[in-house]
């Protein structure tokens, strides 16, 4: 009995959902085949207001590019086409925003032949210097290279550059890629 009571709903459920649906008929838009889709009267409604839109979206383009390209014809003797350049610099935002990584500077302190010394190096550099990022660059291994701090260039670096040559005197800025959010 239970299973007649499934089979009843299930039955049931069946043919009210497809009192809904209806068979809609579309042309397709590449080959001009008609398709038969059943669905919703209302999203049948839904559908054919956006294709409408679209539509008329597409014939106010086309006008548009119509009207422009008139325009253009019958002025080009007496407007000449001119590009518009910004009249300031583009602020250390605008240019961070376009470019996360720039090419800018970091001083080198050292070079060192293994990774213990380049440990000992950034260690006493961060004791005397706290507020100075260090890191290490072993691409060029066996060497390792102790780099400090992120400049834009070596105007902004130099500050820094000389209060660290006071404990490192082979320290020098190199150009090296940086990112733009911790550059000075």
């Given at each position: 009995m239970k299973?007649?009571?499934?089979?009843?709903?299930?039955?049931?459920?069946?043919?009210?959902?497809?009192?809904?649906?209806?068979?809609?008929?579309?042309?397709?838009?590449?080959?001009?085949?008609?398709?038969?889709i059943s669905m919703d009267r209302n999203i049948s409604e839904s559908l054919e207001k956006l294709e409408e839109n679209c539509a008329l979206a597409n014939v106010r383009a086309?006008?548009?590019?119509?009207?422009d390209s008139a325009?253009?014809?019958?002025?080009?003797?007496t407007r000449r086409e001119t590009k518009t350049v910004a009249s300031r610099a583009m602020t250390t935002a605008e240019i961070c925003r376009q470019n996360p990584r720039i090419l800018g500077?970091?001083?080198?302190?050292?070079?060192?032949?293994?990774?213990e010394e380049a440990n000992?190096?950034?260690?006493?550099?961060?004791?005397?210097?706290?507020?100075?990022?260090?890191?290490?660059?072993?691409s060029l291994r066996p060497n390792y290279k102790i780099l400090a701090g992120s400049y834009f260039?070596?105007?902004?670096?130099?500050?820094?550059l000389a209060r660290i040559r006071q404990y490192?005197?082979?320290?020098?800025?190199?150009?090296?890629?940086?990112?733009?959010?911790?550059?000075?």
């Open positions: 299973n007649f009571h499934k089979y009843l709903v299930l039955v049931f459920v069946a043919v009210f959902y497809k009192i809904d649906a209806q068979q809609v008929t579309k042309n397709d838009t590449i080959s001009g085949t008609p398709l038969i086309a006008e548009r590019r119509n009207y325009e253009r014809n019958t002025n080009t003797e500077v970091k001083i080198q302190i050292a070079v060192v032949k293994s990774n000992e190096v950034k260690s006493y550099f961060r004791r005397r210097f706290p507020s100075i990022k260090v890191e290490t660059d072993a260039n070596k105007g902004t670096a130099a500050g820094d490192f005197k082979s320290a020098i800025p190199v150009q090296y890629r940086v990112f733009c959010a911790e550059a000075k």
